[in-house]
């Protein structure tokens, strides 16, 4: 079974500048998750989607991020404009919603993102 | 509003100690825990997952238990090497929305 993909793997981008990351999820799961890792800290949700509607969206700085599941499996994540304080990895994850796996996240490869 | 604590934030032991990694959250109303290990630039590999109704869990060299009333998780890494070297992430699963909540991680290196 794949796992979770996401592309970019890395970024580099000026501040201002747009940019947006892509996640594939494991096939069949309906949750998908997109955090914020800042350098020394912990993973922090920014938006959960079941198939595609939002379920929270609460810690997302809706002035310059949005993101989309328009048909209930891929994603995009954006940025626009830009910030230095923006610098992390971005991760992405999914979570069935029945069987064994019910309950427990698995996550991709992460995008590091350096905003200059 | 659920908060995670890990503690040390940073530790250095010689290759062969046994140590232990310290996870505490704020509120006991869980549905399971996971530790994750992260390698620099990389994602976050699932470790151990321990349901609520689990008192451990167990694979290979590692350990995790779960005291769900006092707040507390410990993973326990057996002879350590240097392979083992990366930061432990604790995570709590919590809420209707089945939502994570990460530590801020222990940074492990282990000298040979």
């Known amino acids: ?116 | 509003k659920q908060e995670v604590t890990q503690i040390p934030a940073a530790l250095s032991v010689p290759e062969g100690e046994n140590l232990v990694l310290n996870c505490s959250f704020t509120d006991s109303a869980i549905y399971n825990l996971q530790w994750f290990r992260q390698d620099p630039g990389k994602g976050l590999t699932s470790l151990l997952l321990i349901q609520s109704s689990q008192r451990e869990q167990t694979s290979g060299r590692l350990n995790a238990s779960l005291d769900k009333s006092s707040g507390r998780s410990t993973l326990y890494i057996a002879a350590s090497q240097p392979g083992d070297s990366a930061t432990y992430l604790c995570a709590v699963g919590s809420g209707s929305a089945r939502q994570l909540t990460f530590g801020s991680g222990t940074q492990l290196t282990v000298l040979p």
């Open chain 1, 1 to 116: 079974e794949a796992g979770v993909a996401q592309s970019p793997r890395y970024k580099i981008i000026e501040k201002r500048q747009s940019v947006a990351f892509w996640c594939n999820p494991i096939s069949g799961h309906a949750t998908l998750y997109w955090y914020q890792q800042i350098l020394g800290q912990g993973p922090k949700l920014l938006i959960q989607f079941q198939n595609n509607g939002v379920v929270d969206d609460s810690q997302l700085p809706k002035d310059r991020f949005s993101a989309e599941r328009l048909k209930g499996v891929d994603s995009t994540l954006k940025i626009q404009p830009a910030k230095l304080e923006d610098s992390a990895v971005y991760l992405c994850a999914s979570s069935p919603n029945r069987g064994k796996a019910y309950n427990e996240q698995f996550f991709g490869p992460g995008t590091r993102l350096t905003v200059l």
